[in-house]
């Protein structure tokens, strides 16, 4: 199993969703970048269960910093954080274990693995592990601030329920950002949220689950971060993007909505505004691969919770027996408003990472000075 990603800075994924803790370690930061406790908090606050909208699972998830920080600043060495899991219930699962949950890897698991897998919670696969990425990538949307560059994500759509888009003008969407960034509901659109949170609770009466769309645009990026092929900003987003639980669709700009337009209608014109920028922004800020300037834009498909309490066909992996299967357990009805701030947390980690190719040949300045 491989558990860790990046270039020039890396982090490494580890724990299950009922072990004793989970943790994730961040190595490649720079040294002197002081870190604010108080905004990693924060920001785990946004992906914690409330309400009837959530699983009933609540966890404190006080980050512990164990290496790689003193007296409050990155000492340039790998950075790990241990967040501990402190209310388990395994015997939910003990109840249905070898019974294959649809929607869930407990039979690639099997495969994978022969059966030595933690299957306690989903083990190693559970969106549990996502409060790690959202911790360290807090650390690195902090970096990435101190540089002018901004992320933010809202829920453009919740089953059959809309929010309004991101604007294209650029002043209106910095402030949509630090507007959605302060909301632990992120709509852009007020009148939406209760509309959204009705369905949500009206699903979870049912026994079921929803799935929606997130947009997440991000602003003061230099022009020329990212390579042609294989390592494109695209490629590398969508791969930290796509290794998000229950992400199953991601695409950047006009999308594919790209499919009815012509090229005329498509392209980008340039013009010079103090500085070379484009008129509109179908390719959402990137060509080529590259980045030119222009903000971020990307559209990632949730699916429904595939844990739901109605009951579905299924099959016992060790009795070879076709078998119907009601699960046990707590249980998000829904995602959606949870995910952002993890898909804001694998954007930004990617995001630095090619930023840092970049600093190879122009020095930082400000915070790292």
Known sequence: MKNNFGTNISWTLFGESHGPAIGITLDGLPAGFQVDMEQIKADMDKRKATGKISTQRHEADEVHVISGMYNGYT???????????Q???????????????PGHADF????????????????????RLTACIVAAGSICRQILKSQGIMIGSHIENLYTLSDISFSQNSSILEKQIIEVNEKTFAVIDDQIKDQMIQ???????????????????????????GEPFFDSVESILSHLIFSVPAVKGVSFGEGFGFAKLKGSQANDAFRFNDKIETKTNNNAGINGGITNGMPI?????????????????????????????????RHDPCILHRARIVVDSVVAFGLLDLYMSRLAIKPLQGDFE
């Open 297 to 329: 834009l990307i559209h990632t498909c949730i699916k429904p919770t595939p844990s739901i309490f109605k009951t579905q066909e299924s099959v016992d992996y060790l009795s070879k027996e076709n078998v119907d299967l009601q699960i046990q357990g």
């Open 75 to 85: 000492t340039g060495t790998a950075l790990t954080i241990i967040i501990e899991n």
């Open 87 to 101: 209310n388990t219930k395994s015997k939910d699962y003990s109840a249905f274990h070898g019974r294959l949950r």
């Open 199 to 225: 369905e949500i609770e009206k699903a979870a009466a049912e026994g079921d689950s929803l799935g929606g769309i997130l947009e997440t645009a991000v602003i003061g990026l230099p022009a020329g971060l």
């Open 108 to 127: 690639t698991a099997f495969e994978k693995y022969n059966g030595y897998q933690d299957y306690r919670g989903g083990g190693h696969f559970s969106g």
